[in-house]
């Protein structure tokens, strides 16, 4: 999977996306770019509504966990905007 631009639908509140709401967000994105759902994704905290912030993320498929960094890349009312970058090599589950 490669990166892509995206755009969350919900910002809880117009500094950021808390971690449980990206999430949800992600999910959703992902779903929409690999044609099925990921069994989970875990982020570490808040991705804050600024240009450039970035939050780790991490991805599950069956047993294998991959990397996800979520980057800000604009606000538009409520609306974050943001890039999800998904790796390619494997990791150990988060403990986030």
């Given at each position: 999977m490669t990166s892509a631009t995206t755009t969350s639908t919900a910002a809880s509140e117009a500094s950021g996306l808390d971690?449980?709401?990206l999430e949800t967000s992600v999910s959703k994105e992902l779903t929409k770019m690999a044609g099925q759902?990921?069994?989970e994704v875990r982020c570490e905290g808040k991705l804050?509504?600024?240009?450039?912030a970035t939050q780790n993320c991490a991805l599950?498929?069956?047993?294998?966990?991959?990397p996800v960094t979520v980057t800000s890349t604009g606000l538009v009312?409520?609306?974050l905007e943001f890039k999800i970058k998904v790796g390619e090599t494997a990791i150990p589950a988060p403990s986030y």
């Amino acid at each position: 999977m490669t990166s892509a631009t995206t755009t969350s639908t919900a910002a809880s509140e117009a500094s950021g996306l808390d971690a449980r709401t990206l999430e949800t967000s992600v999910s959703k994105e992902l779903t929409k770019m690999a044609g099925q759902s990921p069994d989970e994704v875990r982020c570490e905290g808040k991705l804050i509504a600024e240009v450039g912030a970035t939050q780790n993320c991490a991805l599950r498929s069956g047993s294998t966990w991959l990397p996800v960094t979520v980057t800000s890349t604009g606000l538009v009312g409520t609306t974050l905007e943001f890039k999800i970058k998904v790796g390619e090599t494997a990791i150990p589950a988060p403990s986030y």
